[in-house]
């Protein structure tokens, strides 16, 4: 499996053991050379979303995914996890409604966690 793919799987499934909600993972490698993958999700309290970016970055973190970059703070509206191969969105819901993130990608591939599992 490719390092960034291996990357989106450990992302994501750190998002649903903290019950991120509708969490997407979004294939950007033909459209931008900023990451190969954007992992969009979000939470229902700032505790929560404080909760999932915590859980991302260690489970990187074990399996030897250095964290690049973190914009956004505690206050749980939005923090963007920069892992160079992988870009990790967690929002409130308010404001993942207002940046709509999913529309300005819509040229990427929505991918499946299957297909995160696959070779």
Do not use: C
């Amino acid at each position: 499996m490719d390092q960034s793919k291996e990357m989106a799987r450990i992302a994501y499934n750190a998002l649903i053991d903290k019950k991120g909600e509708d969490v997407k993972i979004i294939d950007i490698t033909g459209i931008s050379v900023l990451a190969d993958y954007f992992i969009i999700a979000n939470g229902n309290s700032d505790s929560q979303v404080s909760a999932l970016i915590d859980n991302v970055e260690e489970e990187l973190h074990k399996a030897g995914y250095p964290l690049r970059q973190r914009e956004g703070q505690a206050s749980g509206s939005w923090v963007l996890l920069d892992f160079g191969d992988i870009i990790v969105h967690v929002f409130d819901k308010e404001n993942r409604l207002f940046y709509d993130l999913e529309r300005i990608w819509k040229d990427g591939k929505d991918i499946t966690a299957e297909e995160l599992e696959k070779q």
